[in-house]
């Protein structure tokens, strides 16, 4: 006789249309019944996953159980087995996502669980498995940030550094990624005792999270002056271009915060502002243009 379980309790007021349109797509291969109880256990994980993330785990096992075939499903367990701490799973539910979707979107994370297991130098191997050029801009960040994890957990600190310094590092112009890769460059100047520098990566990063916003929106591109304090322009609106292990199958995941799935047509929603020095934590003005992303090919600004 099979064990039962007990699924966690959902509100009337989750559905399956609170997942984003891929997810729902995928869930598509089950009956409707099933389809919307699995739906709407992945979307009260994604609405308690920050400030619950075992709830959320709980509500991700529950529909794994029902769909452990969709890959959606099993890319959300990983998710929250990792922010549960259960690095392992997480591991194992990435690999199992990654060989039925064929997606290297999850690589970051990957390679984070490998450190949380103890395993830098698998880490350092897992993200050079892939080419980069191959990635979107904002999972090359991702992959980054890890690599440079790993770096410092191997005591590595200038090779951290380098690992950062890739063409997504752009003083001037920020992406929905950027205050995250800003503030690590700011931590491994830290650690290399380069303070001054540090302090202004960490002020650049304050300044592009406080353009975007609690929103998050990932669609948005900011591109920020900076500008002295006498400067009579420095309020003023302008325009200007953004310059393998064995697979092992598993319980549990959909996206459980699907954000990439947001830039379908490779393009950003362009946002400049300029501020001034006395004004670094604050936004002077913005004004909306259409920006793309920047080439992973070109050089670092």
Do not use: C
């Not at 549960?84 to 990957?110: H, K």
């Not at 936004?283 to 070109?298: F, H, K, M, R």
């Amino acid at each position: 006789m099979r064990p039962r379980h007990d699924d966690p309790e959902l509100p009337d007021d989750i559905s399956a249309n609170d997942l984003d349109r891929i997810a729902r797509n995928e869930l598509k291969t089950l009956t409707k019944e099933n389809a919307e109880t699995v739906g709407r256990h992945l979307a009260m994980a994604a609405r308690v996953i920050d400030e619950n993330p075992q709830l959320a785990h709980l509500h991700v096992m529950s529909a794994a159980r029902r769909a452990g075939r969709i890959g959606v499903v099993r890319e959300s367990l990983a998710i929250t087995a990792y922010a549960t701490g259960d690095f392992a799973l997480a591991l194992r539910e990435l690999r199992t996502y990654r060989r039925i979707s064929g997606s290297n979107d999850q690589l970051p994370l990957m390679v984070d669980s490998e450190r949380g297991v103890g395993r830098p130098d698998r880490a350092l191997e897992l993200g050079r498995s892939v080419d980069r050029a191959t990635l979107s801009p904002s999972v090359q960040v991702g992959l980054a940030i890890a690599m440079s994890g790993a770096r410092l957990d191997l005591g590595e600190t200038d090779a951290a550094l380098v690992e950062l310094e890739i063409p997504q590092l752009n003083p001037n112009t920020a992406f929905s990624y950027s205050p995250e890769l800003f503030a690590a460059y700011a931590e491994v100047l830290t650690e290399l005792g380069r303070e001054s520098e540090a302090d202004e990566w960490l002020e650049r990063a304050s300044r592009a999270d406080a353009a975007f916003g609690p929103s998050g929106d990932d669609d948005e591109t900011i591109e920020i002056e900076e500008m002295e304090e006498d400067d009579d322009a420095a309020l003023a609106y302008f325009a200007a271009d953004a310059g393998d292990d064995d697979d092992a199958d598993g319980i549990v995941t959909e996206t459980i915060d699907a954000k990439d799935a947001g830039s379908e047509a490779g393009v950003e929603t362009g946002v400049e502002i300029n501020v001034t020095d006395a004004e670094a934590d604050t936004v002077a003005s913005a004004s909306q243009d259409d920006e793309t992303e920047p080439d992973a090919t070109s050089p670092k600004a």
